[in-house]
């Protein structure tokens, strides 16, 4: 798929997450969309492969901190490679918990990855639209979440907002929600969203032809 990475790359910046989720659904039938995202970066497009991080109930002796934490977890989803990937993290049930702030998530500028989907809260909105990633959440936080919520396990198939995201599918985002792509059909359901909008833009002008003609079409 590296070899692909500047096709693909060059038929996302064509489309919309509209587009790419019709496309998704000429393909399939299973819900791959999540709406009323929240972004201190809303003109960045987010595409990249998925690691993944998921959260789970903070428990000192079930899930002691020096091993379940999100600097070890990181570099875990990290462990081959980071460059172009997105950080998928799973808020397991805990949306209005804070996964993450500025702080621990500058690691991602570190280790070159295109952003951050999330279904969960995060903090330092006005930080992280200065990282150089793009930052897809359920909305801000103002307090931290380590107390309700922990990491607790790397690079697994998650779920956020009941779309099913494994390791290696790839994830598009805008200012009007995502999609979660099959990673074996990326390059085909990208070529479909193009087809979606050259469909899109030869129907608009095929009524704008219509209407200055004065043709009225029958229901």
Same mark, same amino acid.
């Given at each position: 798929?590296? &070899?692909?990475? !500047?096709?693909?790359?060059?038929?996302?910046?064509?489309?919309?997450t509209?587009?790419?989720?019709?496309a998704? @659904?000429r393909?399939?039938r299973?819900?791959?969309?999540l709406?009323?995202?929240?972004?201190?970066?809303?003109?960045?497009?987010l595409?990249?492969?998925?690691?993944?991080?998921?959260?789970?109930?903070?428990?000192?002796k079930?899930? !002691?901190?020096?091993?379940?934490?999100?600097?070890?977890?990181?570099?875990?989803?990290?462990?081959d490679? @980071?460059?172009g990937?997105?950080?998928?993290?799973?808020?397991?049930?805990? !949306? $209005?918990?804070?996964?993450?702030? *500025?702080?621990k998530?500058?690691?991602? =500028?570190?280790?070159?990855l295109? @952003?951050?989907?999330t279904? *969960?809260r995060?903090? $330092?909105? +006005?930080?992280?639209?200065e990282? @150089?990633? =793009?930052v897809?959440?359920?909305g801000?936080?103002?307090?931290?979440?380590?107390?309700?919520?922990?990491?607790?396990?790397?690079n697994?198939?998650v779920?956020? +907002?009941?779309?099913?995201?494994?390791?290696? $599918?790839?994830?598009?985002? $805008?200012?009007?929600g995502? =999609?979660?792509? !099959?990673?074996?059909?990326?390059?085909?359901?990208?070529e &479909?969203?193009n087809?979606?909008?050259?469909?899109?833009?030869?129907?608009?002008?095929?009524?704008?032809?219509e *209407?200055? +003609?004065?043709? &009225?079409?029958?229901?």
């Amino acid at each position: 798929m590296v &070899e692909e990475e !500047p096709r693909l790359r060059e038929l996302a910046a064509r489309v919309r997450t509209a587009d790419v989720v019709d496309a998704m @659904g000429r393909a399939h039938r299973h819900l791959c969309h999540l709406l009323d995202l929240k972004s201190p970066t809303p003109d960045r497009l987010l595409f990249g492969p998925a690691i993944t991080i998921s959260y789970m109930p903070s428990c000192q002796k079930a899930l !002691p901190p020096d091993r379940y934490n999100f600097s070890a977890l990181f570099q875990e989803a990290v462990r081959d490679g @980071g460059q172009g990937r997105v950080l998928v993290l799973a808020s397991n049930g805990y !949306p $209005d918990a804070s996964l993450g702030g *500025g702080g621990k998530l500058s690691r991602l =500028a570190a280790h070159g990855l295109a @952003g951050i989907l999330t279904d *969960g809260r995060l903090r $330092d909105f +006005s930080q992280l639209s200065e990282c @150089g990633f =793009a930052v897809y959440c359920g909305g801000e936080a103002v307090r931290w979440g380590g107390d309700a919520i922990t990491p607790f396990e790397a690079n697994r198939p998650v779920l956020v +907002s009941g779309v099913a995201v494994r390791p290696g $599918d790839y994830v598009f985002a $805008d200012s009007s929600g995502a =999609a979660v792509i !099959p990673a074996a059909e990326v390059l085909q359901i990208l070529e &479909e969203a193009n087809r979606v909008v050259m469909d899109e833009a030869e129907f608009a002008e095929e009524s704008r032809k219509e *209407g200055a +003609s004065g043709y &009225e079409p029958k229901e």
